[in-house]
């Protein structure tokens, strides 16, 4: 929470933009409430002028223990269909709307939860840092929650899925979150969907 009551990561903020700076100042933002059970910020990760940025949702149980954005079993989709697309990872700057994990305790595990509409907005100042210094081409757009970060709350993935749509001076493709690939009843069936639109993305490069 800042001085004047409101959630935002703004203050945070280091003067230098630049990956270090801005991975070193994000450990210690208190933004907004979920640092305060979460074990750690979970930081993007890629090199500065990677032509692909995918943003997820937020760090899962995996992420927040080991640090990394996409190490558990969503990471592993993702994975699969950045290979079988043709993006390789060293042209690919990976992050979360959100940055540290939200979750409820069941007992001892510890249970993803939705971030809310405040979060999301209190720490987009990072996400807009990012997108700034990394200057991608394609922004790959991982479920609602990066949605609404990005391109607005009546942005509907489902509907407006794998077309492409102008993000500032890249351009964005949106598709289903590699988790909801793991939970769909038809696995197959809404992975080959979430490979399409991720070869679009792929398509969408210009150099
Ligand atoms: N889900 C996300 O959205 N991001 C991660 O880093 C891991 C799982
Ligand atoms: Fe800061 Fe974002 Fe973490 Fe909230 S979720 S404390 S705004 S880094």
Redesign the pocket.
């Known amino acids: 929470m800042s001085k004047d009551g409101n959630?935002?990561?703004a203050e945070?903020l280091p003067d230098r933009l630049d990956l270090t700076s801005l991975r070193e100042a994000?450990a210690g933002?208190?933004?907004?409430?979920?640092?305060r059970a979460?074990t750690r910020?979970v930081f993007g990760e890629g090199p500065a002028g990677a032509a692909f940025m995918l943003v997820g949702e937020?760090p899962g149980d995996q992420e927040d223990l080991q640090g990394h954005p996409f190490v558990g079993p969503a990471g592993r989709v993702l994975d699969r269909g950045l290979a079988e697309a043709g993006i390789e990872r060293e042209d690919v700057y990976l992050t979360n709307a959100?940055?540290?994990f939200s979750f409820t305790r069941q007992g001892r595990r510890r249970i993803h939860q939705k971030?809310t509409a405040a979060?999301i907005g209190?720490?987009q100042p990072?996400l807009n840092a990012e997108l700034a210094v990394v200057e991608p081409q394609v922004v790959v757009v991982l479920g609602a929650t990066a949605a609404r970060a990005l391109l607005g709350r009546a942005f509907r993935v489902t509907r407006q899925r794998g077309a492409p749509v102008p993000l500032g001076e890249a351009t964005a493709v949106a598709t289903i979150h590699p988790s909801a690939v793991l939970r769909a009843p038809d696995r197959d069936a809404a992975y080959e969907g979430f490979l399409a639109d991720l070869k679009v993305a792929a398509g969408q490069r210009e150099r």
């Open positions: 959630n935002s990561a945070f994000a933002c208190e933004g907004c409430d979920l640092y979460a910020t937020q959100v940055k540290h971030p979060e209190a720490c990072w």
